[in-house]
């Protein structure tokens, strides 16, 4: 890839950024006091967090564009690159970065919960945008860590660093409940147009060419992540996504179940099934009873 600048090290981006390194896994760097630059695509060895106070080009993951707003947090988690639209010119960089090596947080109850923060999953066209409220908790938990930092290195500090990171991660999933709600102009009509989906999809022939439909799959026909997706439907129906995609096929099994021409086994494969037992043993789980029983009580 053209003009990648690579990060493998907290150091790498200290250094990049005109900032010293208090600690070798973690940084909280001021980007005002970094020298102008052009934009360039950068891959990343380590957790970043961005809180981004200036436009300086479309950033992209693959071919999604950002949302990008001033004010916003952005989210890169260990070994994804990030490729950036511009037009060459020159900017001074402005906001914060909070930085963090996943050794940092070996053996530590974040450490251990680090996957269920999903949004480091997310495209980047799908950024955390704050109120002005929410900005300042932001700032103050990047406080905390600075000030852990500039400490003399003690039993405590690894633990209090970690609790911090970890805390406000806490509240960007409480803050991202919040945009769920209130993006309406981003989110309007999600589930709607997901189950619109689901019905067009089965009235085609795309079961049997495809097979049943994925969350990705259905995520990537709605233009976002799978985990933006997932955690959106969760959050607008209290199901995932994967339970909302099942319980519509069974929807349709149950009405096709009724078509004494057809075998069980037809019906598994026109629904997107490679195996009828495995449409048997979901159609089970679900209803109580097999298709063949259904269709006898019915």
Request: hydrophobic share 35%; glycine share 8%.
């Amino acid at each position: 890839m053209d003009n990648l600048r690579r990060f493998e090290t907290v150091g790498d981006y200290n250094a990049f950024n005109n900032h010293g390194t208090l600690h070798p896994l973690v940084s909280v760097v001021d980007l005002s006091k970094a020298s102008p630059r052009a934009a360039s695509n950068m891959f990343f060895g380590f957790y970043t967090i961005f809180l981004k106070e200036v436009v300086c080009g479309d950033l992209r993951y693959g071919r999604a564009t950002y949302d990008y707003q001033e004010g916003t947090l952005v989210f890169i988690g260990p070994g994804q690159v990030v490729t950036v639209d511009s037009s060459g010119e020159v900017y001074q960089p402005k906001g914060y970065a909070l930085v963090f090596h996943p050794d940092l947080i070996h053996g530590t109850d974040l450490g251990r919960h680090i996957q269920d923060y999903s949004f480091f999953g997310y495209q980047s066209n799908e950024a955390l945008h704050l109120s002005e409220r929410e900005r300042k908790i932001v700032l103050d938990c990047f406080s905390k860590i600075e000030y852990e930092l500039g400490h003399a290195v003690d039993k405590h500090s690894k633990r209090l660093i970690a609790s911090n990171i970890e805390l406000l991660l806490n509240y960007c999933v409480r803050f991202y409940d919040r945009q769920f709600i209130t993006r309406d102009n981003v989110h309007k009509g999600a589930l709607e147009r997901f189950e619109n989906l689901l019905n067009e999809y089965f009235q085609t022939d795309k079961p049997q060419t495809i097979g049943l439909p994925s969350v990705a799959y259905c995520a990537g026909e709605l233009n976002l992540s799978a985990n933006y997706f997932g955690d959106l439907i969760k959050k607008e129906t209290g199901k995932t996504a994967q339970d909302y995609i099942q319980a519509k096929v069974i929807d349709v099994a149950k009405e096709r179940v009724f078509d004494q021409s057809k075998s069980v086994a037809q019906i598994a494969y026109e629904l997107g099934f490679k195996y009828p037992q495995h449409f048997t043993r979901l159609f089970k789980q679900r209803v109580g009873y097999s298709p063949n029983d259904y269709r006898m009580l019915n």
